[in-house]
């Protein structure tokens, strides 16, 4: 095994085990509280979009 293959190995291994940790860590999501990201004509003003927006 030449250094390129160990170094793909490590780095999947390593975002396999972060991703693990991030799901076993991470509340769930509740799609159905999420605000829209795209409200366009349903009179309902977005709140998740680019940080600069005014609010």
Known sequence: M???HKLQAVF?????AF?????QASDPVD???E???IAAGSG???S???CSMAK
């Open 2 to 4: 030449n250094t390129a």
């Open 12 to 16: 999947w291994l390593t975002l396999s």
């Open 19 to 23: 991703l693990a940790w991030d799901f």
């Open 31 to 33: 799609l159905r509280n």
């Open 35 to 37: 605000p829209p990201l």
């Open 44 to 46: 309902q003003a977005t």
């Open 48 to 50: 998740g979009g680019h």
